[in-house]
């Protein structure tokens, strides 16, 4: 067993989902989504995992929520047997102190979900020196990635992602993942005192979502795969933003109903509204919000924009410049010196 271990992982910004279509042009018969996202290096999970007696949950682990979500995930994985006979009926006793320095706070559309639970399964099996983890097993163990694998293929690789469908563990012919420029930037925007849709009421919008509209399904994926991957690829970037605020918009017009119109709310869409007004590009909702996206070609584009920005919504949006993370989550052991694992 290992002394220590530190994880990092950003987290993610989701363009949109549609129905998918199969090669005859129909619609799926199970329900069956595209999607496209990006990796942020912030915000982001923090956690150290070390040696101890028993089974500790420090930190941001403390809290009601959290606390329970990472203990589900731990028995999951006793549960499917990762964790041999000695643990899998008694988690408590698993040596590991686990402590959570930094959070991406939940259900503002950046992915936390699948962010805490990828790590904190791969971080506890990696300190146990499991070698059964593959983030692909992981995810499958977890039910992580059965709408859309954007979230999951982020944690792993970073990166802009895009995922035409496919769900077999083994199908990543529908997936295509191209690093994003490094100079690029991303403004977040996020709501004070609003959330996004979760849990069951989320699943009940997905039953009830009308997925009739195949032609607008094959423009959105003409758009992922035909014009926003290549020109991140090329880093065309007028291209690229272009095209990634009409997905999110077509995006949008599935979801008109749950949520009162292409965007999550009146405050989300005046939101969106405005940062145009400003010029800002690529200007979206990420997933059902309410934090709202605009990229930048470079860092002093962002702070021009979000300093004039600031100075109008400070009192109920937070705002962040960062960075795109095409690494994915980076974990390190830590002894007398950081060791990349």
């Known amino acids: ?13 989701h363009f949109g989902l549609f129905p998918c279509i199969d090669s005859s042009g129909n619609q799926h018969q199970q329900q069956c989504f595209g999607g496209l996202g990006a990796s942020l290096r912030s915000p982001g999970f923090e956690i150290e995992f070390s040696a101890a007696n028993e089974l500790e949950l420090k930190g941001n682990l403390t809290a009601p929520t959290l606390r329970k979500r ?8 006793g549960e499917c047997g990762l964790l041999g ?3 899998s009926s008694q988690i408590d006793a698993i040596p590991v102190r686990i402590d959570c320095h930094s959070r991406i706070a939940p259900h503002r559309g950046l992915g936390s979900g699948t962010q805490i639970d990828l790590a904190i399964a791969k971080g506890l099996l990696t300190i146990l020196e499991i070698e059964e983890n593959s983030i692909a097993n992981l995810a499958t163990i977890l039910h992580r990635g059965t709408r859309s694998r954007v979230g999951t293929i982020a944690f792993q690789d970073g990166g802009l992602v ?25 403004a977040l925007f996020v709501p004070r005192y609003k959330v996004g849709l979760s849990g069951v009421r989320e699943v009940e919008q997905f039953r009830e979502l009308d997925c009739s509209d195949m032609e607008r399904s094959e423009t959105m994926s003409s758009l992922a795969t035909g014009t926003i991957v ?31 119109g292409t965007y999550h709310g009146a405050m989300v869409a005046q939101l969106v509204d405005l940062l145009k007004q400003r010029g800002a590009r690529g200007v979206g909702q990420s997933s059902w919000g309410p934090t709202v996206f605009a990229w930048f070609e470079n860092e002093n584009a962002a702070r021009k ?21 095409n690494e994915g989550a980076k974990f390190w052991a830590l002894s007398r010196e950081l060791k990349e694992i």
Do not use: Y
Request: glycine letters at 6%; one cysteine or more; proline letters at 3%.
């Open 70 to 77: 990472v203990l589900r995930v731990i028995r999951q994985l």
């Open 305 to 325: 924009l979000v300093t004039a920005f600031i100075s109008r919504m400070e009192s109920s949006v937070d705002t962040a410049i960062v960075c795109p993370n």
């Open 230 to 260: 290549p020109a991140c690829a090329m880093q065309n970037f007028t291209e690229f933003a272009t095209a990634v605020e009409e997905f999110g918009r077509l995006a949008g017009t599935f979801f008109e109903a749950c949520q009162g």
């Open 1 to 13: 067993m290992k002394d220590k271990l530190v994880l990092r992982t950003g987290c993610r910004i």
């Open 85 to 87: 006979r000695e643990f």
């Open 162 to 186: 895009s995922d035409m469908g496919g769900r077999q563990e083994t199908d990543t012919t529908s997936i295509r993942r191209v690093n994003i420029p490094n100079h690029w930037r991303v």
